[in-house]
């Protein structure tokens, strides 16, 4: 079975430009979740969706922050503009219902 | 306040033997669920076992086994026979309130395991 899937792997980018993370949950999981893992703050829940739709954005650092999920299985971590203490590594994880959530490979993000 | 707590930063065991990783939690919660993950060095996070806060027995998964203390709120994970390849950051996690439709995660600030041949 594959797994969740997230793109790109590495991404280095410029302060003040536009960084869209993407995931695919695994097939027939109906929540998704994203995360970010830095040294500082560990980590740390930034949103997630049941059925598509966002419960709990409490995470989210800041307005240039933004989270979609347009369909079961797709969904985008944006920053706009992002900027260098948004480098940290993007976990996507998806779960079916209260089962045990399974991780992608993460994102390893660097704003320089 | 922390939900979970990893006092341990980073341990060293022998290979083939037993090591024991603390986590502690704080709910006011009856009914909640309690998840160690695997992280290698390779970043990847691995789900590894999962204790609900009812059952009766401890979770057991392979070399891994959940020393599950209710009373202390207390869920410490017990890996046997140490293997090189268990060399990573442990982190515990937990979730509240699992009969509700609420799955987020709380987790801990981890644990790394160095298994030494």
């Known amino acids: 079975d594959a797994g969740v899937i997230q793109s790109p792997r590495h991404e280095v980018t410029e302060m003040g430009q536009e960084v869209t993370l993407r995931c695919k949950p695994i097939s027939g999981h109906n929540s998704l979740f994203w995360y970010r893992q830095t040294m500082m703050r560990g980590l740390e829940l930034l949103i997630y969706f049941n059925n598509n739709v966002p419960i709990d954005d409490s995470g989210m650092p800041e307005d240039r922050f933004s989270a979609k999920m347009p369909n079961a299985s797709f969904s985008t971590l944006k920053i706009q503009p992002s900027e260098p203490r948004d480098s940290a590594v993007y976990f996507c994880?998806?779960?079916?219902?209260?089962?045990?959530?399974?991780f992608g490979d993460g994102t390893r993000l660097s704003i320089l | 306040a922390q939900k979970i707590t990893q006092t341990q930063p980073g341990m060293f065991v022998q290979e083939k033997e037993a090591v024991t990783l603390d986590c502690t939690y704080d709910t006011s919660d009856q009914s909640y669920g309690l998840f160690w993950y695997k992280q290698p060095s390779s970043g990847e996070m691995i789900f590894l076992i999962y204790?609900?806060?009812?059952?009766?027995q401890n979770a057991t998964e392979g070399r891994y086994s959940l020393n599950f203390q209710k009373a202390r709120k207390s869920a410490n994970l017990v890996i046997s026979a140490s293997q090189l390849g268990d060399s990573a950051m442990y982190f515990c996690?937990?979730?509240?309130?699992?009969?509700?439709?609420?799955?987020?995660?709380?987790f801990g600030a981890g644990t790394t395991v160095t298994v030494r041949a």
């Open positions: 204790q609900g806060s009812y059952d009766e």
């Open positions: 996690a937990m979730r509240e309130s699992v009969f509700s439709n609420d799955y987020k995660l709380s």
């Open positions: 994880a998806s779960s079916h219902s209260n089962q045990p959530q399974h």
